[in-house]
């Protein structure tokens, strides 16, 4: 597989900083910006195919909300055995589903994915066994992921499972100035220059909203799920599963 095309977005100082966006360009470079950004995220991606596994039905649906290039769909794909258990796998940026259609085109294994362009507010799941949001929620309006979560709470079978994925805040000032900076030297690590994680940070602002893992544990239970916890944690990354 040839290296992914380095992400270069922010490298040279820009007059105006544009509101981050999941165009052509983003797409282009996703793979390398995410290897680059987003710590654990390969741990992620893989143990979503471990809880796909053992949360699968057969006779189910499995949703992938906010999809990007199909990373995780994959990671399903290849996990799970139930039978006649559906892949869904959404996203509204028009240019993330066709270059995700072409990654699942070269991938041979089964089943067959129903890929769709929509916002996730506009897919309600039906016989869900597993649903992901993996870095999704982030982008949606604070006052909107509420609902998100009930739909998916509605659409879920009883013990079916939601893995959430979030960049976090903390309630704590000192703890959340620690948390940035320690990402931003993960940053650093990967080859970003102090001026791109400038940039990059001033296009997501008002763009992804982050929330305090309580105020995720509150939402989820209010939703009603019964059981929600952190499985992976990393500076401020988190993976929560939430069980119906």
């Not at 979560?149 to 659409?155: M, N, Y």
């Not at 948390?179 to 997501?204: T, V």
Request: aromatic share 6%; hydrophobic share 45%; with cysteine.
């Amino acid at each position: 597989m040839a290296d992914p095309t380095p992400d270069k977005l922010y490298a040279d100082p820009l007059a105006q900083v544009s509101r981050f966006a999941f165009d052509q360009k983003v797409v282009d470079v996703f793979p390398d910006m995410i290897k680059r950004s987003v710590p654990g995220y390969a741990t992620i991606i893989n143990m979503i195919g471990d809880l796909a596994e053992r949360y699968a039905r057969a006779d189910s649906r499995c949703y992938d909300l906010g999809c990007s290039l199909g990373a995780a769909t994959l990671a399903m794909r290849h996990r799970i055995h139930a039978a006649n258990c559906d892949l869904v796998a959404v996203d509204n940026s028009p240019a993330m589903i066709e270059r995700c259609r072409q990654v699942l085109a070269a991938d041979s294994a089964e089943p067959e994915v129903e890929l769709i362009c929509a916002d996730i507010q506009q897919v309600r799941p039906e016989r869900a066994s597993v649903v992901v949001l993996n870095f999704t929620l982030q982008f949606v309006a604070p006052a909107e992921r509420q609902a998100v979560l009930e739909s998916i709470a509605e659409g879920l079978l009883p013990g079916g499972v939601l893995i959430l994925s979030e960049k976090v805040a903390f309630e704590d000032k000192l703890h959340d100035d620690l948390m940035i900076e320690l990402h931003h030297n993960f940053k650093r690590a990967n080859g970003y220059s102090d001026l791109e994680i400038a940039q990059k940070r001033s296009a997501l602002e008002q763009v992804l909203i982050p929330e305090t893992l309580g105020t995720h544990r509150d939402r989820l239970r209010q939703a009603g799920f019964t059981s929600v916890d952190v499985w992976f944690q990393c500076f401020n990354f988190a993976s929560l599963i939430a069980i119906k």
